[in-house]
């Protein structure tokens, strides 16, 4: 995050001062516009914590497993643990709603609650004689802020059942932290600039230190706990969205196990289906390559939307020679000099090739192999490492030429789909194999034949 502390008639250093009055009437109108800022962005986060309240207010002590992860059976033991932890965070937002409050009385002494008309009495203020006591008291306020903080991120989790809103919701007071460490250090860097001291120069200096010290190391805990929960809601993969990828219907039975991965890669995928005119476009996506030995040593690929909470299954895994590969072209979004995935552009439509000899994007092309009207762009950084392996894996399994009846690969791989597609998933993730006789095998066609594809389940292999 950053803070914004220029206006139009005060930009940040981009004057020269050549006396030293002046110098510190920059500072000072630098140091009233990082207040003022301050002030308007406290009118969002109040109300962010308010929201934040309501949300803690309404937890479900017997069904959320927000506090403790559990799996076990309903106790009233662990209801009751749940319950003190949960009016533990709320008395905790509630000291944080009250302290944000307060900030306002500082900044605009005989106000209560922050509204619009409080703006220009802090202009007025920021200008007169009382600047300097308040940001002593500013000073002091921030350092009584900490302890609430450091309660709040003890007790911060994430879980595999929270929504997406919810979670950019409970990251609101990390967030906020990261602001006021950045707020403080702005603030102490301009002070350095005055060439003239106060009465209150050498409490507001020590104030800002300790102020800046406390909140460097909360956000470093804040870091540490986030980074925790985020890890262990990434490994949760989410199977209840997944949709056909011919008609983009939900896909009841669609699951598979984790140690089947054998794979991972970033990429960036582009759904277009012109027989329904639907598009999808999703920005942050990982390839799981899927090896199953126990069915046969099954191969096939899984894409998975990357979530505050957790990954969810697109589609359900697409097997070898489901896709058809059509051609690699160049996106036309420059690599940047770092590897981080550009998460801004999509091809709207057909990429198309570039003569420039600027290192762009890369895009594999594939449509449907039993219907062209289905595409799929994945696209890729080619600086990565990885990129080479990442395409190597997908035009092994997706071919340019899919196998054809005739093929004796293609026979081997039904025999294998019709040994292994007797299987059911219930919801609990169970998989139950059906004993019945398989079907006969298929009878050998021509090539210049359509094939019938293999009627593969969406659960395994």
Known sequence: ????????????????????TSTSTSSDTQIQNLINDLYNSELTYLSDLHSLHSLIYQFDYK????????NDDISDQLIHQRKQQNTQMLTIIDKLIKLHDSL???????SQHSHPQCQSQLQQLLFDFDFDLVQVKLSKWLIFTVRHYAQYVDLYRLNFSQSSTEVRLRR?????????LKFTQ??????????????????????LEIASHKLSKI?????AQDEEQRSKISKHLHFNSCKSIETFQNVACCSFDLSWVSAVFDSQLFYKNDELDCLLNLSNVQIMFLRNEKFGDLQSMALLKVEDAGKSLIFPPLKSGE???INEVNDDTPVPS???????TTPATTPTLTSSTEQFFKVLVFKHSQNNKIEIYLKYNPSKHSALQLKQKLLSLFPSTPLISSDPNYTTLIKQHHKYNRTTTLGAGIDIPDDSPAPPNPQPTTANQNPTPPNYCCCHG
């Open 219 to 223: 956000l470093n805990d804040a870091r």
């Open 104 to 110: 306002q009385s500082i900044l605009v002494p005989g």
């Open 172 to 180: 609101k007071p990390l967030i906020r932290i990261r602001y006021l």
């Open 1 to 20: 995050m950053s803070i914004s502390i220029t206006s139009p008639t005060a930009p940040l250093y981009s004057q020269q001062v050549s006396t030293s």
């Open 323 to 325: 896709l058809k590969f």
């Open 63 to 70: 069904y959320d497993s927000y506090y403790d992860d559990s």
């Open 338 to 344: 770092h590897t981080t995935m550009s998460t801004t």
């Open 186 to 207: 702005k603030w102490k860097q301009l002070l350095n600039f005055q060439t003239t001291t106060t009465q209150y120069t050498s409490d507001l200096l020590s104030n």
